[in-house]
Every structure is written in C-alpha cells, then in structure tokens.
C-alpha cells in the first residue's frame, strides 16, 4: 500500500507493535526441551491479547499462529512437536494484522550459545537488513536494497537466498510491488513516497536457493548450508525509511 495519511501510519505502527512484541516474547520465552508449538501457543495468547489476526493463518490458512523455523528449516516452518535445545538457531516470523492494517516482522534467534561461526552470521545478517533498509528511500530503484545487500554479502564472503525475496504489504500480507529482490538485480522499478514493503535478505554460508520440503509448507537451503534472516516493515520517506515493526 501507499500512506497517504497520518491515520493510516499509526495504524501501522500499532500492528507493527504487536508484532514486533510478539516475536521479542516468544524469543525471550524459549527454553530448552519446549516444542515449536508451545512457543506458538505463546504466540498466539499475545495476538489474541491485542486482538489480532495472525496473516499466514488467515490468508494462505498456515498450519500455525507464526513460523518457527530451527537449524536447517530456513523458513515457514510449522509449529509442532520438534523439541529446542540449547545451540539452535531458531527463527521466529510473525506477521499479524488488525483492523484493516498488516505488518510483519522476523528474527534468527541464537537459542543459547552457538557455535562462532553461526554467532557471526546472524551478526552480519542483521547488518545486512539494516543495509538494504538504508536503501529505502523516494525516488531510489527496488534493485538498491538487494544491490547494496549484495555488495556486503560479497564482501564477507556469503551467499544469498535468491528466491525469498521482500514484498509489498499494508492491506494485505502480500501485495504490489509482489517481489522485491534482495539479492542483486536490474530491477527497473522505483520506490516512491508512501510505499509499504518489508525488507528481508537471507544470508547464508553457501546457500542459493529455497526448496520446499514434504510438509508443504517448510523451506530448505539448497545446497544445504545455515541461513539467517531478519525483517521489518518500512515505509518509504523523502528522509528515508520509517521503521513500524518496533517494540514498545
């Protein structure tokens, strides 16, 4: 969606509240020997306190509140019996809405302490979600933000996921501009004022591409290797972006 009124960015801020408390809870809430679907269960009592709707249930009917994705799941992976145990690395993905308005939001947790390697990967995979969110701005391409992701990816030596891309959001879960690549492209799309889109690059080792595993719904790395991503919900400004999916 574009904002075009005041009205509209709180309400986005408000639903990219929740969201972004939601998943900092359930971060907070993990422990060694619960399962993926009672951290859900936590997930789920805090939307139902806001009152709202969890989006991948709602719109695409997710077997889950939010994605729980562990070690080798890269992402939307289903909560259910898989136990977490210290040295995980764990992604949490929510995505809500209400009254009218979506946001959606995402982290790679380290569950304890894991290995350097992996500590330093989701340390460079929050910078470069930073990176390309710094790119969100009036009047830039959509290739900037995966552009600039993929000079620093480069840099340091990793690889990108090259078909999970950002999306457009605001009404919808989904919506126009459908596919923002995060990797780098010769997308000749602009960002214009107003716009709402998340920015999501997932930074891995040496993975390329994600395959769909026989659950329908879980995502692999392909060739197998860790992956880290970490999202937010931005809107586009002539200073730059506004981020909405903050805790507070």
Same mark, same amino acid.
């Given at each position: 969606?574009?904002?075009?009124? $005041?009205?509209?960015?709180?309400? &986005?801020?408000?639903?990219?509240?929740?969201?972004?408390?939601?998943?900092?809870?359930?971060?907070?809430?993990? %422990?060694?020997?619960?399962?993926? $679907?009672?951290?859900?269960?936590?997930?789920?009592?805090?939307?139902?306190?806001?009152?709202?709707?969890?989006?991948?249930?709602?719109?695409?009917?997710?077997?889950?509140?939010?994605?729980?994705?562990?070690?080798?799941?890269?992402?939307?992976? +289903?909560?259910?019996?898989?136990? *977490?145990?210290?040295?995980?690395?764990?992604?949490?993905?929510?995505?809500?809405?209400?009254?009218?308005?979506?946001?959606?939001?995402?982290?790679?947790?380290?569950?304890? $302490?894991?290995?350097? *390697?992996?500590?330093?990967?989701?340390?460079?995979?929050?910078?470069?979600? $930073? +990176?390309?969110?710094?790119?969100?701005?009036?009047?830039?391409? *959509?290739?900037?933000?995966?552009?600039?992701?993929?000079?620093?990816?480069?840099?340091?030596?990793?690889?990108?996921?090259?078909?999970?891309?950002?999306?457009?959001?605001?009404?919808? *879960?989904?919506?126009?501009?459908? %596919? +923002?690549?995060?990797?780098?492209?010769?997308?000749?799309?602009?960002?214009?004022?107003? &716009?709402? &889109?998340?920015?999501?690059?997932? &930074?891995?080792?040496?993975?390329?591409?994600?395959?769909?595993?026989?659950?329908?719904?879980?995502?692999?790395?392909?060739?197998?290797?860790?992956?880290?991503?970490?999202?937010?919900?931005?809107?586009?400004?002539?200073?730059?972006?506004? +981020?909405?999916?903050?805790?507070?």
């Amino acid at each position: 969606m574009t904002i075009t009124h $005041q009205d509209e960015l709180d309400a &986005l801020k408000a639903i990219g509240r929740i969201v972004a408390n939601t998943m900092h809870a359930m971060a907070k809430a993990m %422990e060694p020997g619960m399962t993926t $679907q009672e951290l859900d269960d936590i997930g789920r009592s805090l939307l139902d306190q806001a009152e709202a709707t969890s989006a991948p249930e709602a719109t695409y009917n997710f077997p889950g509140t939010t994605c729980i994705s562990v070690n080798e799941e890269i992402a939307h992976g +289903i909560p259910g019996p898989r136990i *977490l145990a210290a040295g995980d690395l764990v992604n949490i993905d929510v995505s809500a809405s209400k009254n009218g308005f979506f946001a959606d939001t995402g982290a790679t947790f380290r569950h304890g $302490q894991v290995k350097p *390697l992996l500590d330093q990967l989701c340390r460079d995979g929050k910078r470069a979600m $930073q +990176i390309g969110i710094a790119e969100v701005s009036h009047g830039k391409s *959509l290739a900037g933000i995966g552009n600039a992701v993929g000079r620093f990816a480069n840099q340091r030596g990793y690889s990108l996921i090259r078909n999970l891309a950002s999306h457009g959001i605001g009404r919808a *879960l989904h919506e126009y501009p459908e %596919e +923002i690549p995060t990797w780098p492209s010769r997308d000749k799309r602009r960002i214009h004022r107003g &716009l709402v &889109l998340t920015v999501e690059p997932f &930074l891995s080792t040496g993975g390329l591409w994600a395959n769909q595993g026989r659950d329908g719904w879980t995502l692999y790395s392909e060739p197998a290797a860790p992956v880290v991503q970490y999202e937010h919900t931005v809107v586009a400004t002539d200073k730059g972006p506004i +981020i909405v999916t903050l805790p507070g």
